[in-house]
Structures are given as structure tokens and as C-alpha cells.
């Protein structure tokens, strides 16, 4: 029993000197580690002293931050997503385990949009053009007897392709012709760079008149090259009373040509092609959009006409119907 208190304090013991040798050879790996004093003896005896390795640290190294600025149009909507490199920087220890410190580059939402550069965008105006009007001119003809047969008003130009053809301001009216039944108004330019007609013909019908007729050549010339361009339409273009004369605030459009449009425009229109009819001046005014009077149809001479004679027509079947049987009578009381 003495025997077994003995062997367990021994073993206690041992076990108390083996903690404390791993704790010295604990303490003496971590006083090395740490850079501590190291004494040795070489194969010469000789003592070495104690050596102190400086620690050396790297310069950081440091990369210039660049900052992306997003660039957006005037009028999108929504976060705009900005890329920012940050400051890399790497530091070597003097241990024996160098440690590296790495800051990563980052993505970062940018909310304010005061921090971004804004393109503007430039609208062109769209501006639509006026029409060309050309001013009007006045034309007075006159028949053999030097009597005021036809006033006209009017200005007009050709549109062909994207050139204007104006009228021309010196023109002659010498093949314009008057009747009491038709009235032709002709005007002709000759220059150098070109010639130009155009005929606007009248017909009456007893107490009205229409324009039935439109015609015109205009030949353009060029140092390259000779352009003709004509056109004739004839058709009820409008109506008005004689006596008065016609007047319209539109302008009159007429496109002619199969191969390339040409355009004639008519502006500040006032026509009189009867005038013996209102005295030698252009009369009372008939707008385009007035109605014809009653008595003032373009047919009512006709049709009283047509039915005055077919009253005539039957008064005389009738006066016939009634002589004969007249006659007949007679005869049948003779024979009684």
C-alpha cells in the first residue's frame, strides 16, 4: 500500500517536469519568432553576438483612383451604375510569412444624378414655310373699237419639282380676243431664259359665264439645258352672272402632266370677261362661294325657251284637233 502512494506521486511528479519542458520549449519558439536575441557557438568556439534584423516595409503602392462618370440623355429614368478603382496597396512583412493587404475594387450605385454629366439634346424647330404668292397684276383689253371689252386680275406660278416659275411682270395681252359669246385672255413673255403663255379661256350662256379653259406653255432655259413644260385642261372651273365679275380669296390649284407634275397656282383672282355687259368696269362682285340667283341660271333661257314652244306646240295640235272636227260637223248636217 506504501508501495502504490509512492509509484503515483512519482508519476505525478514526472508528469509536472514534462509540462514544464513543452512550456520552456513553447516560450523559446515564440521568443524566436518574435525577433528576440539568438546566442550560438560556431565550430570555433567562437561566440556569436546577439544580431537584430531590422525590419524593412515596402512603400505602399498606390494606384490613382479613376472614376467613370456615366453619361445619360436628357430624359432617361432609372440609377446609373458608376465603376470607381480604389487604392490597391500591398505591404511585405519581415517575417518569415509575408502578409498581403488587398483592397478590392468596389461597384458602387450612384443615386444623385447631380454627379453625372448630362448630354443635351437639341431639337431643330420644324418651321413650316409660307406659300409663295406672287403679287397680282391688272389687265385691261379692249376690242377694234377701242371699247373696254375684258378686265383681269390675277397673279400665278409653276411649282415643277422643287423650282417656282413666277409670271411674268412685262408680259403682252395682243392675242386676247372679245365676243358678245366667248372672251380668250392671253398673256406672253418671250427673254433669253426662257418663254411663257398662258390662256384663260370665258364662254357665255345667256345670262351666266364660266371659265372652261385653262392652257399654258412655259420653256425654261438653262446653260445646260432647255426645259418645255405645258399643259390644257378644259372644264367648268366656275360660274358666275354676266354683269358681275368673279372674284375668289383661294387660290386655284391645278396639277398637270403624266411624266412630271407641274402646278399652276392662281391667287387674288378677279375676273370680268364681259365688261360691255357691266358698262367697261368690272361690275358688282360674285364671291366663289355666292349662289346664282334663280333668274341667273346657267340654262333658264333654255328652258323657258323649250317650254314656250312646247306650249305653242300643243295650242296648235289643239287648234287643229278643233277645225277638223269643226269641219266634220259641217259636213255631217249638209248631208242631213
Known sequence: MYSDSLDRTHKFKMATNVRRVLVCIAAILLISDCGMTVNADDNNGTTVGPTTVKPTTAPP?????????????????GPVTVTTEKDVTATMGTNTDATMTTIFSTTEMVTDMTTLTTQKVTTKKMTTEAPITPSPRNWIITDDSDKVCMKIQFGASFFIGEDVIFMPTNGTTDASTCSDDKSV???????ENGTFSLTLVFERDDDTYEMTQISFTVTDVTSTRINTYYGDRSKEYFTAPVGNFYTCEKVLREAFGDVETVTLTLSNQKYQPFAKKSGGDYGKAFNCGDKLPEDHGPRVGLIVSMTLLALLVIAGCGFFVYRRKKSSYQRFNNGV
Open 185 to 191: 385672255f392671253n398673256l406672253k413673255d418671250s427673254k
Open 61 to 77: 503602392t498606390t494606384a490613382k483612383p479613376t472614376t467613370l462618370v456615366g453619361t445619360t440623355n436628357k430624359g432617361s429614368t
